[in-house]
């Protein structure tokens, strides 16, 4: 199975409305991150930034083959782009109620994006937020951000510790729409060398497979999804894991 494309997108409003910022964070199969942002400095709102996150990062794929995952923590976006979107368009872009779809502009952009793309899927917020986040709010507060290109093994966040269960957050008006914390995970699995070790902690598991070529490792949220990953590798679940003791 070819791994996709993975993108990870964010916004921010500082005030909303008030000056805002984007970021994005884009892991390809070969192993390459780039990470993107930029700010608006006029009047704006987190709705806003939040669709043009995920419309440059489109952007900087389009004529990139390969299916894509798309984690983000809006659901404004997920449920517009997944299913408000197809009704505004049978309507002329009205809302349900008659009124004019807010922000039109941006999501006809990222309609067309998406249509044009093909095979893509969108999720909830991830660790890789965690840094699009950060992109974001550093630039609609005007602060300078120092943004990575480069290979996925010198990147110095668990970029792809993705849990398995991506399901759509509640919107929370109390937390801005963001998900909720993560839930803690079962175990950190990795394959270095053709050999399978578990972890208690992801930093037990990043000094594992950091620098080594060709490793792979993943998060298992349970039980199950720690079998579930075993068989996608072409492991048998029933084989011996080495367990590795943490080092603090």
Same mark, same amino acid.
């Given at each position: @199975?070819?791994?996709? +494309?993975?993108? /990870?997108?964010?916004?921010?409003?500082?005030?909303?409305?008030?000056?805002? #910022?984007?970021?994005?964070?884009?892991?390809?199969? !070969?192993?390459?991150?780039?990470?993107?942002?930029?700010?608006?400095?006029?009047?704006?709102?987190?709705?806003? @930034? %939040?669709?043009? #996150?995920? +419309?440059?990062?489109?952007? %900087?794929?389009?004529?990139?083959?390969? &299916?894509?995952?798309?984690?983000? !923590?809006?659901?404004?976006?997920?449920?517009?782009?997944?299913?408000? +979107?197809?009704?505004? $368009? $049978? $309507?002329?872009?009205?809302? &349900?109620?008659?009124? !004019?779809?807010?922000? $039109?502009?941006?999501? %006809?952009?990222? !309609?067309?994006?998406?249509?044009?793309?093909?095979?893509?899927?969108?999720?909830?917020?991830?660790?890789?937020?965690?840094?699009?986040?950060?992109? &974001?709010?550093?630039?609609?507060?005007?602060?300078?951000?120092?943004?990575? *290109?480069?290979?996925?093994?010198?990147?110095?966040?668990?970029?792809?510790?993705?849990?398995?269960?991506?399901?759509?957050?509640?919107?929370?008006?109390?937390?801005?729409?963001? &998900?909720?914390?993560?839930?803690?995970?079962?175990?950190?699995?990795?394959?270095?060398?053709?050999?399978?070790?578990?972890?208690?902690?992801?930093?037990?598991?990043?000094?594992?497979?950091?620098?080594?070529?060709?490793?792979? /490792?993943?998060?298992? @949220?349970?039980?199950?999804?720690?079998?579930?990953?075993?068989?996608?590798?072409? +492991?048998?679940?029933?084989?011996?894991? *080495?367990?590795?003791?943490?080092?603090?």
């Amino acid at each position: @199975m070819v791994n996709p +494309i993975v993108a /990870f997108t964010d916004g921010a409003a500082k005030g909303n409305p008030g000056p805002g #910022g984007w970021g994005v964070v884009i892991v390809t199969p !070969d192993g390459q991150v780039t990470e993107l942002g930029g700010r608006a400095p006029g009047t704006t709102t987190n709705n806003q @930034m %939040e669709l043009t #996150g995920a +419309i440059k990062a489109l952007t %900087e794929l389009r004529g990139v083959a390969g &299916a894509l995952a798309i984690y983000t !923590d809006s659901t404004y976006v997920i449920q517009g782009i997944g299913g408000w +979107i197809h009704g505004w $368009r $049978r $309507r002329g872009w009205k809302t &349900a109620t008659g009124g !004019d779809v807010v922000n $039109r502009d941006l999501w %006809e952009q990222l !309609d067309a994006l998406v249509a044009s793309r093909g095979r893509s899927s969108g999720h909830a917020g991830t660790p890789g937020n965690e840094r699009v986040d950060e992109i &974001a709010d550093g630039l609609a507060q005007g602060r300078e951000v120092t943004l990575y *290109r480069g290979p996925l093994v010198g990147y110095p966040i668990a970029i792809l510790d993705l849990p398995s269960d991506t399901a759509l957050p509640a919107r929370s008006s109390a937390a801005g729409g963001r &998900a909720a914390p993560a839930a803690k995970a079962h175990s950190y699995l990795s394959v270095v060398d053709g050999q399978l070790a578990r972890h208690a902690t992801w930093a037990d598991c990043e000094r594992r497979v950091k620098g080594r070529p060709g490793a792979r /490792f993943k998060k298992a @949220m349970s039980p199950g999804d720690e079998a579930t990953i075993l068989r996608d590798w072409g +492991i048998d679940p029933a084989s011996s894991i *080495r367990q590795v003791p943490s080092k603090g």
